[in-house]
């Protein structure tokens, strides 16, 4: 296919934002691509290279790509700097001087989509000394062969800013719409199950249009490969929680940790978080804890890793560990001085056999099966089962005495369902739930702060991952000391910034953090709809990214239920 049909398409996603018109127009692409040419297409419309499991990523920095269309071109590094400043989007500087440039049709060919793609994973995949230079030739040989509308998108896409608006709500439907004629609810289940199951849309359109149906019910789960783990929706006190999950109902403490998803497989054992990042590296006691004490060949778990105090050997929140989670230094060091421990809860996968079908009451039946438990290394979740409500609340005060925050309650007959909050389980918390959002701007502070930023703009999601601000926040943030100060937040913010105006700027929505607050109120200044009052910044969410944060569901929820 040649990219500029991809092109036409990327134009067309741009003129509408209806999403019904979205799913049409991608549709009508995917049904004349070729099966061998879907994954690659599926990935170029989401603005991608690599599906969301695989750990590599474009990883181009913005000067970089200005000396490619520079090499392009033939204009100055400083003329596109200029007109970068102007515009803030490198994709439209890169079309303007493609527009204004000398003709080079002696070397220029045709574009063709795999020809885009392969050099963008060349150039994603090249590493050490001396591949910048190679970078840039990759990238520069690209933009002379394009149109300046190729040359555009094509910038966006090595800067992850393909801003064409497609979520995964409407990838998903646009394959229904592409290989099936049933458009029903089942169907529906059964395409958004197989995306859960594989995180690769180019797969499941793969599989919808070579295989069929029947194919995407059964797809194998793979070790080593992430899944997305199942989520629960909150309850709001014990007898709400029994009303939504059934009596008699498993009950767990639920503990401040992290998310972990541990994968074996003959010894080999990785570890990924609820963002399909693989942190094996990061926790080597873990690996060690699990090579030890769980009895299998294969297997892929789910469970919680927490802090526990190297002296009191009590219970830490997860501030005290978040730190652990992106540690690429004296891993061995910071274990010790940080250590963990494993609570297991879940099983999907035990001796090679895909149990996600399961009743939960089984699947824990496995996972204790398999599991050697040892106090503070490896423990299965603390659970009782009953349908008494003074039971139920006796453990939950229990498990808040012991430092968890709160209990989960969940249904024993129920299956898991990979990425989505279903209630087969639900939360019971006691304070205003905090929220996880997802920081799109920021300031540049004053005097002493200058060099920092300093408030920042934080935003949820809706259904379609369209991110919506719910207003400003700055307190909460250390300006010395350990934990998160400004300093880490600048740093971490700064590689991501698109644009700036005066001090404000605008950044890539990546880092997310959780927040607390005293009240959630109408307001028409954000584009939720809602800002929150006295917002407090309660720590980095590293093992959390903008797709992961709270939804408008929730808010709204919080909203109606706070009075
Ligand atoms: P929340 O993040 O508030 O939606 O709560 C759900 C999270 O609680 C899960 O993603 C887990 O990381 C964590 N958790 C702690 N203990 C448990 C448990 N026993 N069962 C399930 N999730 C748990």
Redo the contacts with the bound molecule.
């Keep these: 296919m040649d990219y500029s049909q991809l092109v036409e398409t990327y134009k067309k996603l741009e003129s509408t934002t209806k999403r019904l018109e979205k799913t049409t127009i991608i549709s009508n692409l995917l049904r004349e691509t070729k099966t061998e040419d879907l994954r690659m297409i599926v990935l170029l419309l989401q603005g991608k290279i690599f599906p969301a499991w695989d750990e590599r990523e474009i990883g181009v920095a913005s000067r970089l790509v200005i000396k490619a269309i520079s090499l392009a071109t033939g204009s100055s590094a400083n003329e596109i700097e200029d007109k970068w400043k102007q515009t803030g989007d490198l994709g439209l500087v890169s079309e303007h001087f493609t527009t204004g440039k000398r003709q080079k049709t002696l070397f220029s060919q045709k574009l063709t989509v795999k020809k885009v793609f392969s050099n963008l994973q060349k150039l994603a995949t090249l590493e050490g000394k001396g591949t910048v230079t190679k970078k840039i030739q990759l990238l520069a040989e690209l933009l002379t062969s394009a149109s300046p509308d190729e040359a555009k998108y094509i910038v966006r896409t090595v800067l992850c800013e393909l801003r064409v608006g497609i979520g995964s709500g409407t990838m998903r439907d646009a394959i229904i719409e592409a290989f099936f004629d049933e458009k029903d609810k089942e169907t529906v289940q059964i395409v958004q199950n197989a995306y859960d199951l594989t995180n690769d849309f180019g797969e499941v359109a793969e599989i919808a249009k070579a295989k069929g149906i029947n194919s995407l019910k059964n797809i194998p789960l793979t070790v080593g490969r992430p899944i997305k783990?199942m989520?629960?929706m909150?309850a709001k006190n014990i007898s709400d929680g029994f009303e939504r999950v059934g009596k008699p109902a498993a009950i767990?403490?639920?503990?401040?940790?992290?998310?972990i998803q541990l994968h074996g497989k003959n010894g080999s054992i990785k570890l990924f978080t609820?963002r399909l990042e693989d942190v094996t590296a990061q926790f080597p006691d873990i690996v060690k804890i699990v090579k030890g004490l769980i009895k299998a060949d294969e297997f892929i778990l789910d469970g919680?890793v927490i802090g526990i105090d190297a002296k009191t050997k009590k219970w830490l929140p997860f501030q005290n560990i978040s730190q652990r989670i992106k540690r690429k230094y004296d891993i061995e060091k910071v274990a010790k001085e940080v250590p963990v421990m494993l609570?297991l809860?879940?099983a999907m996968q035990v001796k090679g056999e895909n149990i996600i079908n399961k009743p939960f009451r089984e699947r824990r039946t496995m996972l204790k099966k398999i599991t050697e438990e040892q106090p503070n290394k490896l423990e299965l979740?603390r659970q009782i089962i009953t349908s008494d409500e003074k039971k139920a609340e006796d453990f939950y005060k229990e498990s808040l005495k012991k430092g968890n925050?709160g209990i989960?309650m969940?249904n024993l007959e129920a299956v898991y369902k990979p990425g989505s909050r279903v209630g087969y389980?639900v939360?019971v918390?006691p304070t205003m739930?905090n929220l996880d959002v997802v920081i799109t701007g920021a300031e540049w502070g004053e005097g002493k702060r200058a060099n920092w930023l300093t408030s920042f703009t934080i935003a949820i999601i809706d259904d379609d991952k369209n991110l919506l601000e719910v207003g400003k926040v700055g307190t909460g943030i250390k300006e010395k000391e350990a934990g998160l100060t400004f300093e880490k937040l600048t740093g971490l913010l700064k590689p991501l910034i698109i644009s700036e105006k005066g001090r404000e700027v605008k950044v890539k929505p990546e880092i997310v953090i959780e927040v607390s607050y005293e009240e959630i109120q109408k307001s028409p200044t954000y584009s939720s709809g809602y800002a929150l009052r006295f917002p407090r910044v309660i720590s980095l969410r590293e093992d959390m990214s903008a797709d992961d944060c709270s939804t408008l569901n929730v808010l709204e929820d919080l909203y109606q239920n706070q009075r």
């Design positions: 783990v989520l629960y909150k767990e403490y639920k503990y401040d940790g992290f998310r609820r919680e609570n809860f879940d979740a925050e989960m969940k389980g939360k918390k739930e």
